[in-house]
């Protein structure tokens, strides 16, 4: 016991730490990286739940007439389910900044039985400035050279360039009102 105390109170020279110094920004981007595409597919659920409220509001909201088409869906409707889209994705938090959101489009082809509604969500690159110079120093055409492909080229693009544009699509019927149904010829 006695060693142990004078050997501790005595200034000794301790190990190096050169592994931990150098290692622990490594981990701190890996850890990062970890958590930005862990919150991106978090992202993707939540623009699947935001594209059933948009295609489920437009299908009972929207007119079939046209009079109301240019005044009322695409003007009014369309803009109250596009700031409810982006107040539940998080658009104007602080999530806005880490996922990179950048902005957010519904748009509505109409055809004659089904609407097809999609929510498209655009992305900033996952990495910011400081990261580009180190994980982004060479060029597309070195880093995705054969045997990779389009794949290595789009999530170099995604991670360095330009991010990425997530889009999903929902049909819904014209019209979930309630129809009387009538055989022709019969009658009540």
């Known amino acids: 016991m006695r060693r142990f105390i004078f050997g501790r109170l005595k200034k000794r020279n301790g190990q190096a730490t050169t ?7 490594v981990f701190m981007i890996i850890a990062l990286m970890f958590a930005k595409i862990f919150a991106l597919l978090v992202l993707v659920q939540k623009m699947e739940i ?10 009972l909201e929207s007119h079939r007439n046209v009079s109301y ?16 889209v982006k107040k539940y994705l998080g658009f104007d938090t602080p999530a806005e900044k880490f996922l990179g959101l ?9 055809t004659q039985v089904w609407n097809i509604v999609t929510l498209t969500v655009e992305t900033r ?3 910011g400035k400081e990261l580009q110079k180190l994980l982004c120093a060479y060029p597309s055409e070195i880093v995705c050279a ?3 492909g389009r794949d290595c080229q789009v999530g170099y ?3 360095c360039n330009k991010g990425t544009t997530l889009d999903v699509v929902r049909y819904v019927p014209n019209r979930d009102r309630p129809i009387k149904y009538d055989l022709p010829g019969l009658s009540n």
């Open 19 to 25: 592994e931990v110094v150098l290692l622990f920004p």
């Open 50 to 59: 935001a594209s059933y409220y948009a295609a489920r509001k437009w299908q």
């Open 69 to 84: 088409i240019k005044t009322f869906d695409d003007s009014v409707l369309r803009d109250s389910i596009v700031k409810n």
């Open 102 to 110: 950048r902005g957010v489009d519904i748009t509505v082809e109409r």
């Open 125 to 127: 690159p996952v990495v």
């Open 146 to 148: 054969q045997p990779y």
């Open 157 to 159: 693009d995604f991670v």
